[in-house]
């Protein structure tokens, strides 16, 4: 059984990684803004719910991500493990997360010029959110190969980057420091190909 959380910095490369895991492991992977815009999707009371807040320009609550995780967590394709890509994000999401217990949690490290540099150059599919880089010869306005369009998120400012690595190293790494205490922390050198990286933590968890 393997219940995997896949933590780092902002542009450690944790979407990558956490797909190829998947693929690997059988199991699924997910994120809360995956389940956010799933629920919002469904057009369901929650859904519209959740949308609002959003369109007003709000974070969800933990309590409510807690919510959508447990449900997530209830179907049976996470029966025999799961991978969660960047939550708990802080304390007070830890402290919600408390109705499983995950057997690993791999940290994937990367110095903060890297994650800048990484980040810079990062492009967001419109329709399918999967993240490519311009790294690797693509530009805002190319298509995926789902037929989206490829674009920079406002978010994705080197501003706006500086922000949320602040923000990782004051809410984040209080959580991985809670997960270290209970032995299950796999620190993985981030710098290298996907591929090495990728057997990196593979070592980790099997």
């Excluded at 708990?88 to 830890?94: A, M």
């Excluded at 690595?165 to 922390?185: F, H, M």
Aim: one cysteine or more.
């Amino acid at each position: 059984m393997h219940k995997i959380l896949l933590m780092g910095p902002q542009g450690s490369g944790k979407g990558t990684q956490a797909e190829r895991l998947s693929k690997e492991l059988g199991i699924p992977a997910f994120g809360t803004g995956q389940l956010i815009r799933e629920e919002v999707a469904t057009g369901s009371e929650l859904g519209e719910k959740l949308n609002a807040i959003i369109l007003g320009g709000d974070l969800i609550s933990d309590v409510d991500a807690a919510d959508l995780l447990k449900r997530r967590l209830a179907k049976p394709d996470t029966q025999n493990g799961y991978i969660l890509d960047g939550y708990p994000r802080n304390l007070d999401q830890y402290r919600v997360f408390d109705f499983d217990s995950p057997t690993h949690v791999i940290v994937i490290d990367v110095p903060r010029d890297e994650s800048l540099k990484r980040l810079g150059g990062r492009l967001t599919c419109r329709a399918c959110n999967k993240v490519g880089s311009v790294n690797d010869g693509l530009k805002p306005g190319d298509l995926c190969a789902c037929g989206g369009q490829w674009y920079q998120r406002t978010d994705d400012t080197p501003e706006a980057i500086t922000r949320r690595l602040e923000i990782y190293e004051k809410d984040t790494k209080p959580v991985i420091e809670r997960y270290q205490e209970k032995g299950i922390v796999h620190h993985v050198d981030g710098m290298g190909t996907i591929e090495e990286i990728f057997q990196k933590i593979l070592a980790a968890v099997v």
